[in-house]
């Protein structure tokens, strides 16, 4: 499969208007399954290595040079005996991550055997705070037995967890063979026109975030003439409090691997990919063992069970970076380039990997497709409530009693959710609730009523998001915690646009201004509204568009809080004098 990425990799489209051109894209095969293999060799990407890369590609090593800097996960130094990594966003800040960082710091920072790194979400909020020793994830209350651990013989790989009970979008019971639906598709027993009107009567949505109808977007790639087609399955899953569809590949890789594949047979697809990021060691080996079943199945060949279709899938792993969670910055990275996003259009079900037409969805969505075509879109849409269709996996983190991976019908309110995850940590009252991931607003605790589905948040003034839930209890300053949020997306900009990357910016420096005098909000809130307009107006993609939009919700809420207020003094004081 490494081959045959290769030899794409030398055709060069035409470019359509609208794509860029700009210096230092070069045509040639992609570098990145390269270097991630010298790195997982090395520890590290050695100069020798480079420069033999550079000769055998006739690649100029300034270009290397280039890709390396861009992306956090590559090393140009060698890493130190251990390498602990602790988390510093949002569902960790809110359990004490600073606290724990400042503690590691005293135990270890004289030590020349560790190297300490605060990072960016590790996907393991349901950990919070989390660290990562050598890449194995863990709590930070076992960092110090880990390091002790890693410093004598190293540590094992962790395992992924595989779940205890079937989820209710799993068509399969346990102990039957997998594949069915695709094994009839191939069979002839299913037609593809069928199956994509069963998911346009669904209503199913891409569940990464943007929402776009499912059956219409396999439906644009299939009716595009030019050839060869791919598939890709976004598993770039790296917004703080977003941790569902690492679950999903850790329990349902069949899913996973059976909608991608049905896909790839919809549209005329031979070659597709996951394209995992490199924190999720774990559920990646599950998803390699899952792959290797399926060619030892012969559902992965040159002539899928006989049926004369060509079927191929491998796994690609991201090289770091939130921002190539956003579809073109993916196709970038994969092309070997900076991960930078495309202006759109063209879109990448028309010119997608390599200028072709691609198909791309996330895992969850690809995980819900083999149920909704065996069993049909009237009993998909059955299963949601309150006017919702459909099912919907939510990773619920923060001041809960039990953080994790919850998969309910979709419009269950935000309060039921949160009493399915235990409630409140302590009795506390609830603050707030980020329901969607960093990119969404905060609501207040008056909205605990809302559906969780795509419009009713919309009206309430956020968005479902990335399905990534966190629970802020009273006695939180919310203000700090939007203000981890914003360091979060300015950290993650990619810089492509002024915008975002100085727009973020200045707005983090404001906020965290005013944090440290001590003063309120409202100190800074014009400058603030200008900085989020512009961002969010002019922005190339979704970081910039939404990076301010949760200080902006917590703004609000203080505002609202305060008028009441006053509004309750002022009622209050016309009783007394009635």
Known sequence: MAASNGDVGMRVQARPPGTEARAGKFPGPTLMPELTAIQRDHGWLPREKLTELSREHDRPLYEIEGLISFYPHFRTEPPSKVDLHVCHDLSCWLHGSDERIAEIRARYGDDVE??????????????????AIDERPAPAAEAVQLVAAARQDGLAPAKAHRGDAPRAN?????????????????????????????????????????????????ELVRQ???????????????????????????????????????GMLVTGSEEGWIFIRHEYGPEEEVLREEVASLRAAGLLSEDALGSGVRLEVDIFTSPGGYILGEE???????????????????????????GQPTLMNSVETFADVPVIVER???????????GAGGLKFFAVSGHVMRPGVYCLPMGTTLGELVTQAGGVRGGAKLLAVQPGGASSNF???????????????LDAGSMLGAGGVVVVAEGTDLVAAATNVLRFFRNESC????PCRVGSHKALLLLTDVLTRGEGPEAVADDLELIEEAAR??????????????????????????????????????????
């Open 114 to 131: 560790i190297e300490i790194q605060e990072v960016s979400c590790l996907g393991r909020c349901d950990l919070a705070p989390a660290v």
């Open 170 to 218: 799993d068509p399969y019971a346990p102990g039957e063979e997998h594949y069915r639906v695709l094994r009839r598709a191939l069979a002839g027993e299913l037609d593809r026109d069928d199956i994509i009107a069963a998911l346009n009567d669904s209503e199913l949505r891409g569940l990464g975030g943007a929402g776009f109808p499912t059956g219409s977007k396999w």
């Open 224 to 262: 595009q003439d030019n050839t060869p087609k791919y598939a890709i399955c976004n598993a770039d899953e790296s917004e703080p409090a977003a941790f569902k569809d690492r679950q999903i590949m850790a329990e349902q890789p069949h899913l996973v691997l059976e909608g991608l594949l049905l």
């Open 328 to 354: 073109t910055a993916l196709l970038e990275c994969m092309e070997g380039h900076r991960g930078e996003p495309r202006n759109k259009p063209p879109f990448p079900g028309v010119y997608g990997l390599w």
């Open 376 to 386: 049909g879109a009237e009993w998909w849409k059955a299963q949601g409530v309150n």
């Open 443 to 457: 609501l207040g605790p008056e909205r605990l009523d809302v559906p969780l589905d795509f419009q009713p948040l």
């Open 495 to 498: 810089g492509k646009c002024v």
């Open 537 to 578: 107006m002019t922005s190339i993609c979704g970081l910039g568009q939404v990076a301010l939009g949760p200080v902006m919700s917590v703004l609000r809420m203080r505002t609202e809080g305060q008028e009441g207020e006053q509004a309750e003094e002022a009622g209050a004081a016309r009783t007394h004098d009635a």
